[in-house]
């Protein structure tokens, strides 16, 4: 065990009753950290939250912004999976996401003149989508962020619909990062959006 671990009284009574009965020490400490960071009941989000642990132990060139995009990529994942039938009705963590990437060309977010045909009509399919909640909801381009962040504004009204998922998914495909996302962040999201969607369900029950 690394001697530079600071642990708690408690803690320490508890692995010396775990050693007491035979038990391997560090299985259980491996196996608490596991569990405070990945998601704990869905396999998919386990599997998405395992697979970027396992790619940031690798050392890559640029690392940090490699990190980055392992931890983007797991978050696509995720909202996929969402978008697939796992709807929330809270925005709050999904609200999170929105610190991470800029919000219009003004903060340093993806300008109009950047847009591909394919950008422009992704944005078109989504205002018209929003503007049949929000008639007042402008057709003006300024951002990918700012257009999640409208989706998620009227959340209540769009929380069951596939293309408000579209709107998040968009902003981590296609924005400019405002800030670097540690891959811990990014597994914590997630693990919260498990609990959401769990509490969720059991509230319908």
Request: glycine share 6%.
């Amino acid at each position: 065990m690394n001697k530079n671990l600071i642990l708690g009284l408690q803690a320490k009574n508890v692995l010396k009753m775990i050693k007491q009965l035979g038990g391997q020490r560090l299985d259980y400490i491996n196996d608490a950290i596991l569990k405070e960071v990945i998601p704990s009941y869905i396999p998919q989000l386990q599997g998405y939250a395992i697979c970027l642990i396992d790619r940031v132990g690798h050392q890559t060139p640029n690392k940090e912004l490699a990190d980055q995009a392992a931890s983007i990529e797991m978050l696509l994942d995720s909202l996929a999976w969402m978008k697939n039938g796992h709807h929330i009705q809270s925005p709050d963590n999904l609200k999170m996401l929105l610190n991470y990437f800029c919000r219009s060309s003004w903060s340093g977010g993806v300008g109009i003149d950047e847009l591909t045909t394919s950008d422009c009509n992704d944005f078109d399919k989504l205002i018209t989508e929003l503007q049949n909640v929000d008639p007042n909801v402008s057709d003006t381009y300024n951002g990918w962020g700012n257009l999640a962040a409208r989706v998620l504004d009227h959340w209540d009204n769009l929380w069951d619909c596939d293309f408000a998922y579209d709107a998040l998914i968009y902003m981590l495909r296609k924005e400019h990062p405002q800030k670097y996302m540690i891959p811990l962040e990014a597994c914590l999201l997630v693990k919260d959006l498990e609990k959401q969607y769990l509490l969720e369900q059991a509230n319908l029950m």
